[in-house]
């Protein structure tokens, strides 16, 4: 349970908000790559962290990312002219290039200088691995360009998708690092979704509900583990990474690829569900691919904007009859929309001066806690906040039996680390 004023505090991510700005300490996914196919190609609208901005490619293949709007009168620049190294206003033929600077302004006097004077806010955008990244806080800060495994494997490794989910973010990520529905929520599909299926570490999931949770402190956020019982005393760990302020890396279970979520706000009362997939050290199979492309496993079948297509409109598509059958607990279709329906149907931002938290919600409170401490180190000191560090982001997550006696965090020290080729700790 939270206060009212430390909710408001955790949910708002605007400009001029104190996590807003901290936000900002952060590289973020802004796109994926292919939103922005080929060179000059139409912009994008890009909405984040409350900031209406619009991303384009130029002539030479230079991303940008700025105010959506024209300096001149507030014409939106997503009907511009992509052409010749800028976005040209279509209302009276304002130009700016990647950096938001004017470089034209063909209604003025020949001679006029005016044009250098005018740039629009602008933030950079780079491609690394298959995602465009941005960094919206104050330029001397800028850190170096975020390192998750997911980006830095070679490509045919890797695969990554984006949704629109209709909520804060932070509901989101506080599903991303409950373990606990898991065996309930998506309990029908653990045994069934191509990219889950066929792993021991499902059986202990599904026999036993009642985890343990031990959240320890990591450099970058939080381990949280998730002790459940195995055969003959031992005990089957899953240990999920997450690294401030919104990344998580789900255990993995067998051979599967490994995944988790990036959330990103949009504005206060909607985010973005980054979903990846990757294999630390090999490439991911057609089927696998294919499969992420259906919508299975964490990705989910979208519409052109990205919304999915079994929406809040829809009801999300219920099907009371699978419901009943126990074919999906919740009568949901596939883990993404099992999470964005229930965690939608809290509001766009649940109150949490009325929640009611047990044991298995420790890794939610402790998340609370390290990000309210981030802030308040961040505005009273200018503290840099955890995971802005590149070694905090070099982090896997692992799945293992353990026997009862051994720590997980002594145990499995060496393989929450992204050891380039080295294969995951998996059950
Ligand atoms: S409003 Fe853009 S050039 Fe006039
Ligand atoms: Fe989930």
């Known amino acids: 349970m939270l206060r009212k004023e430390q909710n408001d505090l955790l949910t708002r991510t605007g400009p001029d908000t104190p996590f807003g700005r901290m936000f900002r300490c952060y590289w973020i996914p802004a796109l994926l790559a292919e939103e922005l196919p080929e060179n000059d190609c139409p912009p994008v609208r890009v909405k984040l962290l409350s900031e209406r901005l619009i991303a384009f490619r130029d002539t030479d293949g230079h991303y940008g990312l700025m105010d959506e709007f024209c300096a001149h009168r507030g014409v939106s620049l997503w009907f511009g002219r992509n052409e010749e190294c800028g976005l040209r206003c279509p209302y009276h033929g304002w130009k700016y290039d990647v950096t938001g600077q004017c470089v034209d302004m063909p209604n003025e006097p020949e001679q006029?200088?005016?044009?250098?004077?005018?740039?629009?806010?602008?933030y950079p955008l780079v491609e690394r691995g298959g995602v465009l990244w941005t960094y919206m806080g104050p330029p001397e800060s800028q850190p170096p360009l975020a390192e998750y495994e997911f980006a830095m494997v070679p490509p045919p490794q890797t695969y990554t998708s984006k949704r629109w989910q209709e909520c804060n973010w932070l509901q989101a990520m506080e599903?991303?690092?409950?373990?606990?529905?898991?065996?309930?929520?998506?309990?029908?599909?653990?045994?069934?979704?191509?990219?889950?299926?066929?792993?021991?570490?499902?059986?202990y999931n599904l026999g036993d509900?009642?985890?343990?949770?031990?959240?320890?402190?990591?450099a970058g956020g939080l381990f949280i583990g998730a002790r459940r019982n195995a055969e003959n005393g031992q005990y089957y760990w899953r240990i999920?990474?997450?690294?401030?302020?919104?990344?998580?890396?789900?255990?993995?279970?067998?051979?599967?690829?490994?995944?988790?979520h990036f959330w990103i706000p949009i504005d206060d009362e909607n985010c973005w569900a980054w979903s990846f997939d990757y294999h630390p050290t090999r490439d991911l199979t057609d089927a696998e691919l294919?499969?992420?492309?259906?919508?299975?496993?964490?990705?989910?079948?979208?519409?052109?904007?990205?919304?999915?297509?079994?929406?809040?409109?829809?009801?999300?598509?219920?099907?009371?009859?699978?419901?009943?059958?126990?074919?999906?607990?919740?009568?949901?279709?596939?883990?993404?929309?099992?999470?964005?329906?229930?965690?939608?149907?809290?509001?766009?931002?649940?109150?949490?001066?009325?929640?009611t938290l047990v044991s298995t919600d420790s890794g939610i409170i402790m998340a609370r806690q390290r990000l309210l401490r981030a802030i308040k180190g961040f505005v009273e000191q200018d503290v840099t906040p955890p995971g802005v560090a590149l070694e905090h982001q070099r982090v896997r997550s692992a799945a293992l039996v353990l026997p009862p006696d051994q720590p997980f965090k002594d145990a499995a020290r060496e393989v929450l680390i992204a050891h380039p080729g080295v294969a995951p700790a998996s059950v």
């Open 175 to 203: 599903g991303g690092i409950d373990s606990s529905h898991v065996s309930f929520l998506h309990r029908g599909d653990i045994n069934t979704d191509p990219l889950f299926k066929g792993s021991r570490g499902n059986q």
């Open 240 to 260: 999920t990474q997450w690294v401030m302020p919104s990344f998580t890396i789900i255990p993995p279970r067998g051979n599967h690829s490994v995944h988790g």
């Open 290 to 355: 294919a499969a992420m492309r259906a919508g299975k496993g964490i990705h989910a079948k979208v519409d052109t904007n990205f919304r999915p297509i079994a929406n809040k409109d829809n009801d999300y598509l219920m099907d009371r009859a699978a419901q009943k059958a126990g074919r999906t607990y919740s009568g949901i279709e596939g883990f993404a929309l099992q999470d964005a329906s229930i965690q939608e149907s809290m509001g766009p931002i649940v109150d949490r001066t009325k929640e």
């Open 112 to 122: 006029s200088a005016f044009a250098k004077k005018v740039k629009l806010q602008s």
């Open 209 to 218: 509900l009642r985890p343990v949770f031990e959240v320890v402190e990591s």
